[in-house]
């Protein structure tokens, strides 16, 4: 059977991944921070595994996928890097522990587990990685500015990483627009910024 740690994977689009790669056939492991009651409501929902981890910690990223492949008895088939951090700032406004946080979450801790999970991948076996970037890459603005940034930073590790770990691991990122309400939106703000993109 096909497995996959979810990184993110409680709430929002993270859940609705885990969901979909269950439906798929596939054993899930939920990746959370803080989000025990999501996650283990939705382990119980499609029959997944959790475990938690603060990705701001690189060496506790890193050691995800091997914590992962040790519940469930055999080394992972992908990874989806789908958790980070998305607060609010602008280039007047940020501080050095945004950017901090923001690079060591979004960008550092997705290479590493990469990384990881290339190297547990038992010989002959081949693998795949998917990285959530974000549409503001190729839309920027100035808000959320370290955010933004980190993203930028993950778009150009995917493309390396795709040609330094194959051929055993393929690796691509997959770009949301705009899905749901951030956490400072009101539905209905979310739906006049989705009316005026068509969605």
Not at 1 to 19: E, F, Y
Not at 152 to 166: D, V, Y
């Amino acid at each position: 059977m096909n497995s996959v740690l979810v990184t993110g994977g409680a709430k929002r689009v993270g859940a609705a991944i885990a969901r979909r790669l269950a439906r798929g056939g596939w054993k899930v492991v939920i990746h959370h921070r803080d989000s025990a009651m999501e996650a283990d409501a939705l382990a119980a929902e499609i029959g997944a595994l959790t475990l938690t981890a603060d990705l701001a910690d690189p060496e506790a990223a890193e050691a995800l996928p091997a914590r992962a492949a040790e519940m469930l008895g055999a080394p992972l088939s992908a990874v989806v890097n789908n958790a980070s951090v998305f607060e609010y700032n602008t280039a007047a406004t940020f501080k050095v522990e945004d950017w901090r946080r923001d690079q060591t979450v979004n960008l550092l801790s997705p290479v590493l587990i990469a990384r990881a999970f290339a190297r547990l991948l038992p010989h002959g076996r081949s693998g795949a990685v998917v990285n959530l970037i974000d549409q503001k890459v190729w839309n920027l603005n100035t808000d959320f500015f370290s955010y933004t940034i980190s993203k930028i930073g993950l778009e150009g590790a995917t493309r390396m990483l795709a040609r330094a770990l194959a051929p055993s691991v393929r690796v691509n990122g997959v770009a949301p627009g705009l899905t749901l309400p951030n956490q400072w939106q009101t539905d209905e703000e979310f739906k006049t910024v989705a009316a005026a993109h068509n969605i």
